[in-house]
């Protein structure tokens, strides 16, 4: 994280934020780095706890967590944190079970901060529908992980670009938290294999570890912050500590037959690997025209008025 943050600032001039994992479990030494460093954003994966929150405003540091449901964002906003990212259940990676649709509406609603919706985001019309119901932007996760600047292996990206609008599936199998994730082959036997008892869990911890080659201390530790944080069985936390080495085996390493795939819905919509570049000018350009459109009254009233 050190060295990614060193590469950016000396990339750019312009303010940029780091994404933190809340249930990682060196997190307070993370903090501190992105202090020290002077990172003046900080996003979350999921809710970070007060004191986390607190920390980081002391210091300046804007504070942007993903949540889920509507009480989740009037927790976080009475916490001082700067905007929210809404994430409907459309989602990729973890995610609630409230669509996007009304999801953000409700928390618009609920909160006073800029809401950011996401969940199913990937072209200019998903960007005029989130500012209909309320929302100040859009954050995009899968229409951003493919493109042809996303350093996810050609052969992981091929997988997704197969994938239909029917080919994903929120199971708790992987960490015992909702992740919607491709529907492959692996997941479904993790699904039809029930709840897990500890001794099954930490043999497939095992044989996974083995594809994934992580040191036996870093599993657990790994696992032991994922059981606090998350409240997991032992049965879970054997699993979800291999989960994180899981996905990175798939997305950083190109092994997909690993089978822990998060994505989005909207993988089902998507056949191209644009650059980053063409994907925000597109997202732009598109959003413009259609509220354009939507703003010209012509067409109504030479239909009401012939
Ligand atoms: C492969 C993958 C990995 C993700 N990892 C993270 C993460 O580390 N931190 C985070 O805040 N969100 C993560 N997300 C969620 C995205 O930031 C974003 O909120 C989500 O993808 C939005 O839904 P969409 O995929 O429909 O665009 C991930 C999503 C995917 C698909």
Redesign the pocket.
């Known amino acids: 994280m050190a060295g990614t943050i060193d590469a950016v600032a000396e990339a750019t001039d312009r303010p940029f934020g780091v994404?933190l994992?809340t249930d990682a479990a060196d997190i307070d030494r993370r903090v501190g780095h992105i202090i020290a460093a002077g990172v003046p954003v900080a996003?979350?994966?999921q809710a970070p706890g007060e004191a986390v929150v607190k920390k980081l405003k002391d210091a300046g540091v804007v504070v942007v967590p993903?949540i889920g449901a509507p009480r989740h964002a009037e927790k976080v906003a009475a916490w001082g944190v700067d905007a929210v990212?809404a994430?409907g259940a459309?989602?990729?990676?973890?995610t609630g079970p409230i669509a996007t649709t009304l999801l953000v509406p409700a928390v618009v609603d609920t909160v006073d901060i800029p809401v950011i919706a996401?969940?199913?985001?990937?072209d200019g019309r998903s960007l005029a529908a989130a500012l209909a119901f309320g929302a100040d932007g859009i954050?995009?996760?899968?229409?951003f992980?493919l493109s042809s600047d996303s350093d996810v292996p050609d052969r992981v990206k091929a997988v997704y670009l197969e994938t239909k609008l029917t080919g994903t599936v929120v199971t708790t199998a992987v960490d015992g938290v909702p992740q919607r994730v491709i529907n492959t082959e692996v997941v479904a036997r993790l699904e039809r294999s029930g709840p897990l008892s500890f001794l099954r869990a930490a043999r497939n911890a095992l044989k996974f570890r083995a594809l994934t080659g992580v040191g036996y201390r870093q599993l657990l530790s790994e696992g032991l912050a994922m059981r606090r944080s998350l409240g997991l069985s032992w049965a879970q936390m054997a699993m979800a500590a291999n989960a994180p080495m899981m996905?990175k085996a798939a997305?950083v390493d190109g092994h997909p037959e690993v089978g822990i795939?998060?994505?989005?819905?909207?993988a089902g919509s998507i056949d191209a690997l644009p650059s980053c570049q063409e994907i925000i000018d597109s997202v732009v350009a598109e959003a413009a025209e259609v509220l354009d459109r939507l703003a010209q009254p012509v067409l109504y009233e030479a239909v009401q008025h012939p």
Do not use: C, K, W, Y
């Not at 996401?118 to 990937?122: K, L, T, W």
């Open positions: 994404n994992r996003s979350f994966a993903t990212i994430q459309e989602g990729g990676g973890h996401a969940g199913g985001m990937a954050a995009m996760g899968t229409r992980l996905t997305m795939l998060p994505t989005g819905q909207v």
